[in-house]
């Protein structure tokens, strides 16, 4: 009965001895929420408005601010007022910004962004875009590429409304338009078509 009680005080003797302080948990840099393939429908009267997609979000809080990180990319679907797809804006990752004062709230897209119009058949691509939700546009200072059927633009800095149906670049240049157009293409919207496709 002796030896077995002092066993079992070296147990507990050389098993407290073995137990470190745990690092210091900031909670601040801990995600309170993590969602894996989110898909996000928002529509008005029956009509899609807006489709969103990423791999991963992940949410976090703390006094003053919340915020959603999407780090393994980001992809918005804008529909026009008819219920076709307009607009698609893909990057390598974004950030969306809520804050506790002012309701103010922001969206960052960030790493190989590209803006398409679809109906325009315009493409736009830079490195980071801003958009103002409350003001309804989407905006950047840096360097931008913009293609489209009327010719290539460049330059830096870019406004535009949020659907991309009307974009100014800033200080452009080396850029270039068609003069000459081929009037008997036939040009296929492929994301909003149904029907057979017309000979050439």
């Given amino acids: 009965m002796i030896a077995t009680a002092s066993a079992v ?6 098993c407290k001895g073995k137990l470190q302080q745990s690092d210091d948990i900031n909670l601040d840099e801990i995600p309170v929420q993590s969602v894996r393939d989110m898909f996000v429908v928002q529509s008005e009267n029956g009509l899609l408005q807006m489709r969103m997609e990423a791999d991963l979000m992940e949410r976090y809080e703390n006094d003053t601010v919340s915020y959603e990180l999407f780090p393994e990319g980001f992809a ?13 804006i893909t990057s390598d990752n974004a950030r969306h910004e809520k804050f506790e004062k002012g309701g103010l709230e922001t969206w960052a897209a960030f790493g190989n962004v590209v803006v398409k119009n679809v109906i325009n058949r315009e493409r736009m691509e830079t490195d980071t875009l801003y958009w ?10 840096c360097y931008v590429r913009m293609y489209s059927p009327k010719g290539f633009m460049q330059g830096y800095g870019m406004e535009s409304d949020q659907r991309a149906r009307n974009s100014t670049i800033f200080n452009p240049f080396d850029s270039f338009g068609y003069v000459k157009q ?14 057979p496709f017309p000979k050439k």
């Fill in 182 to 195: 081929d009037s008997t293409k036939v040009a296929v919207d492929s994301a909003n078509f149904i029907g």
């Fill in 9 to 14: 005080a070296f147990i507990v003797y050389s």
């Fill in 132 to 141: 103002d939700r409350k003001n309804e546009r989407i905006y950047t200072d």
């Fill in 76 to 88: 918005v679907f804008g529909y026009n007022e008819e219920g076709l797809l307009e607009t698609e």
